[in-house]
């Protein structure tokens, strides 16, 4: 998941500026109904972080609450930020969601499946081509950066091709070089086993309480 957060947004900054460095720790919990909470953090340069708007390269707070609060039955929760080094500075973003399919953008589409079994499987498929992040600068600028993602559900993990570490939880690690310079088509799949509700949630639902 991260790698294809990690790529839309990268992509977006190197347009910008080629002395941006970025990397993306993303974390998201899943309901089986496809509702959820998550987290977002851009570990970004110090001078994107004070760019001035008109420049159209800030990324701080309130640009990220804005950005997030676009996207249909997301709430924003709580942001803030804080200096990692003299060089690099962490923002981050807290939101709900109504529907995980509704983060989807230009880049990444988001799919969540109620499978005929029971089971729920959330895909995420990101594609993006073009001749901008292959050149072999991005390669040598990005080569130190690692972006990570987890999805935790509210239930079983059943399968995924992400690491598993916990029977809830997948994480997948991204260093960049790994990603930087070639055309990327990839599906991030895990399929999970909802949380059964108890008998008195669904009798209380049922009557609408």
Not at 48 to 74: F, T
Not at 84 to 109: A, C, H, P
Not at 128 to 143: A, C, N, P, Q, Y
Not at 175 to 188: I, N, Q, S, T, Y
């Amino acid at each position: 998941m991260v790698r294809t957060l990690f790529l839309s947004f990268l992509f977006v900054i190197l347009s910008l500026s080629l002395t941006s460095c970025i990397e993306v720790h993303i974390s998201l919990f899943v309901r089986g109904d496809g509702s959820g909470r998550g987290k977002i953090t851009y570990v970004i340069v110090k001078g994107i972080y004070q760019a001035p708007d008109e420049e159209k390269m800030a990324i701080n707070e309130d640009k990220l609450a804005e950005q997030l609060s676009k996207r249909e039955g997301v709430k924003v929760i709580r942001t803030g930020s804080s200096f990692q080094d003299e060089n690099m500075v962490r923002v981050w973003g807290e939101f709900e969601f109504e529907d995980v399919t509704k983060l989807s953008d230009g880049y990444i589409k988001y799919m969540f499946s109620k499978l005929p079994d029971g089971k729920r499987e959330i895909r995420l498929n990101y594609r993006v081509t073009g001749e901008l992040h292959k050149r072999d600068i991005f390669k040598s600028m990005f080569k130190d950066l690692v972006s990570s993602a987890e999805i935790e559900v509210e239930g079983k993990v059943i399968s995924t091709n992400g690491k598993k570490i916990s029977s809830s939880k997948v994480r997948w690690e991204i260093p960049a070089e790994e990603v930087v310079g070639k055309d990327v088509l990839e599906d991030m799949i895990v399929i999970f086993e909802p949380k059964r509700k108890g008998i008195f949630k669904r009798i209380r639902e049922r009557l609408g309480f």
